[in-house]
């Protein structure tokens, strides 16, 4: 009788271990995409900005880039289209100058209108949008960062591994006072966050 009391037992052990397992390894590739997010949010938005190159494009022409892809049904293609300028980049401090720049654009502009615009390597630019705009960009990236560190939290510290209903009552169960809370409060201040910084792009 003891003897089939430990057996039984004993599986069950280790289908818990498993999935606190998977749930720590999951936690932690979560959180490692959080410190990802934000690194890019860092570089795209204000280290991109301070070492770029500010100047003006003088437009010769713009264009219409149209590109289709498939969507989930087989029988059904998206038409996304992009605006590109194309003329010549003028540094403002007069370093560079350069007869065949191009930028993504938000908007067809004429022949000979001049748009704010950045160096951003060797043969990339792109709008200038200023400080206000690029710290927008960077914190849309931080606060979207907060919803997988809110999550590979609950991970680690749970073992919970995404598995239904039954997984997250036994997560639940195993946290610690407010845990859960404070989950809810990063992914929405994340979720919020990020839709406020879009809006802040969106008009400047």
């Known amino acids: 009788m003891t003897q089939a009391h430990t057996n039984s037992a004993s599986p069950g052990s280790s289908g818990s271990r498993n999935i606190g397992g998977l749930g720590l390894l999951i936690g932690v590739g979560l959180l490692l995409a959080g410190v990802v997010l934000l690194a890019l949010g860092a570089y795209l938005g204000p280290y991109t900005y301070a070492t770029s190159t500010p100047g003006k494009l003088t437009v010769e022409t713009c264009t219409v880039d149209y590109k289709h892809r498939s969507t989930s049904s087989s029988s059904s293609r998206k038409r996304t289209k992009t605006k590109w300028c194309y003329g010549t980049f003028t540094a403002t401090d007069g370093s560079v100058k350069d007869h065949n720049a191009e930028l993504r654009s938000d908007s067809l502009h004429q022949r000979g209108e001049v748009i704010d615009a950045l160096k951003t390597g060797e043969t990339s630019y792109q709008q200038d ?76």
Do not use: Q
């Not at 680690?156 to 989950?183: E, Q």
């Open 129 to 204: 949008s200023g400080w206000v705009g690029s710290i927008a960009l960077g914190c849309a990236w931080w606060f979207g960062a907060l919803i997988p560190l809110a999550l590979g939290l609950l991970c680690t510290t749970t073992g919970f591994a995404f598995g239904g209903a039954s997984d997250f009552n036994r997560s639940k169960r195993a946290m610690a006072p407010g845990l859960l809370s404070t989950v809810y409060t990063l992914i929405a201040v994340g979720i919020v966050g990020v839709a406020l910084s879009f809006l802040v792009m969106f008009f400047v």
